[in-house]
């Protein structure tokens, strides 16, 4: 839960807006997801047998989501593609059906009656930006001035289309030896190898929950990221006050990152 700003009640104070909104401004219960994604390809690695819990592929795989990355606005037939996005750029789906499970369930069919509809917001974190020797924050400013920028697109982009509720995740970070693994599969259907559990790498949970171990390849400090949200989403008059809800989607267990982001969130 965020607190509004003195005065307001969420929602009431929109961020700039640079284009039509597609709701018109007003403020919407509809939850928005933010997809960490490919700058270069829709799903990202989805059809190629990607084994990794990446947040993008399995979207894809539970959803209807390549297809409305691909689907350009009929409006501008001059625009055949998103793709490569801008730097700052992102992708706005208003209405995309999830209706599959996870890879827990081996992507099985919902019943219709539990598709369920959200709104995502595609946009890409920087890629293996420089660290210091604690893996934790940013070497340069200028990459963390950038990965700041992404961050502001998301939140004007899910403002902009009055969404006062929010999934965010960890936006391509992750923490010293976490996203690093090598991972093989053994005959007993267990992944092998180090998943980010520490220095036991004969340890071998579930595959389910060795997945959910595996982390992103864009390698952002995950230090830093948490206060970037938290500067964001509390202190920045930009969007102080304007969301009402948010949850951090984080996987991997306490040594994913769920122990950093709780510092932060609680």
Known sequence: MFPDAAGTTA???APPCFFKSASGGAPTKRIV????????KAGGDWEGGFLGLGAEESLARRSN???CLTATDPRNQQLT?????PQTGGIYSPSTVVLRGGHEKDYALYDERDW??????SAAAVRRPKVDETGMRYSFAEEKELQKEKMKTV?????QNGHINLVLGGF???????????????ADGYLTGNHGYGADHHHTPPRSQALSATTSAYKNPLKDVCKLWKELLFDDPEFRGYFANAVFAVSGGEGGGQREFRKYFG
Request: charged share 15%.
């Open 11 to 13: 929602g009431e104070r």
């Open 65 to 67: 989501l390549v297809q």
């Open 81 to 85: 593609s998103y793709y490569p996005l």
């Open 116 to 121: 369920t509809v959200i709104s995502v917001i």
């Open 172 to 186: 391509g970070s992750c923490g010293p030896g976490i996203g690093s693994c090598r991972i093989g599969i053994g």
């Open 155 to 159: 939140l004007r982009i899910a403002a």
């Open 33 to 40: 997801v933010l997809n960490t994604c490919s700058e270069k």
